[in-house]
């Protein structure tokens, strides 16, 4: 067990999968004095019934249980995108944690393994889902009211309605977002845009900023300034997120 007095963690939640009852109590236990909000299960069938009711961030899994075993349960979660996935095993040879890491788990502790040490991996787990959740987060943007998700190639107007984009569209929005308040020529859209070997003609460009004033004049103010024998001016402040 841990010692007292110690700091909680930020509020997460973990879900245990042994089925021996003395290691998912005792890592309940411990973990819960962090901070955490700890769920438990006995086998792998119990695992999908919390998963599917609770929102779970990282799963503590048992390699040698009955039923299906921890590294196929493991593979199952990693399919589906899921938690973060520790697994716990009594094998503990090179080609087994290695198989372990290979199937979807972010790390593999053999057994015996302290309290302290599977706290430390959990904190390492959830900072790299943290990190992961970042950098998803870092593909939105937002102007003037519009949200603009680069990772899924959505677009919000300001009422948070999904707005229509052909994927041309969308690429000449993207190089304004990334370029913003920056005079572009159109050989430099044309460019960033579809890459240096296009072969398409400059009024390309033209059609495709045409289209997008359409679609973003809905908010009333000037989003794309055509600035005369230079090319276009994307006029709004970006905002990350």
């Not at 996935?85 to 593999?108: K, N, P, T």
């Amino acid at each position: 067990m841990l010692n007292a007095p110690i700091p909680v963690d930020d509020s997460a939640t973990l879900l245990v999968v042994d089925d021996d009852r003395d290691i998912r109590m005792l890592l309940a236990n411990s973990l819960g004095a962090r901070g955490y909000k700890v769920e438990t299960a006995s086998n792998a069938r119990d695992m999908d019934l919390i998963l599917a009711r609770t929102q779970v961030d990282l799963v503590i899994l048992d390699v040698m249980m009955p039923g299906e075993d921890g590294l196929s349960a493991c593979r199952r979660i990693a399919q589906k995108d899921g938690p973060e996935i520790v697994l716990l095993s009594a094998l503990g040879e090179e080609q087994d944690r290695i198989l372990g890491l290979e199937v979807g788990a972010s790390h593999y502790l053999p057994k015996p393994c302290s309290p302290r040490e599977i706290l430390a991996t959990v904190r390492a787990a959830l900072r790299k889902r943290g990190a992961q959740t970042a950098s998803i987060e870092s593909d939105v943007y937002s102007f003037d009211g519009w949200r603009i998700d680069l990772g899924s190639h959505e677009l919000f107007d300001p009422k948070g309605v999904l707005v229509g984009l052909t994927d041309g569209e969308f690429a000449v929005l993207r190089v304004f977002i990334e370029r913003p308040r920056r005079v572009l020529s159109r050989e430099a859209l044309l460019a960033a845009a579809r890459g240096p070997d296009s072969d398409a003609y400059d009024r390309a460009i033209d059609v495709q900023v045409s289209r997008l004033r359409r679609k973003l004049r809905s908010s009333g103010d000037e989003i794309i300034r055509t600035v005369r024998n230079e090319g276009y001016l994307f006029v709004p402040r970006v905002a990350r997120g």
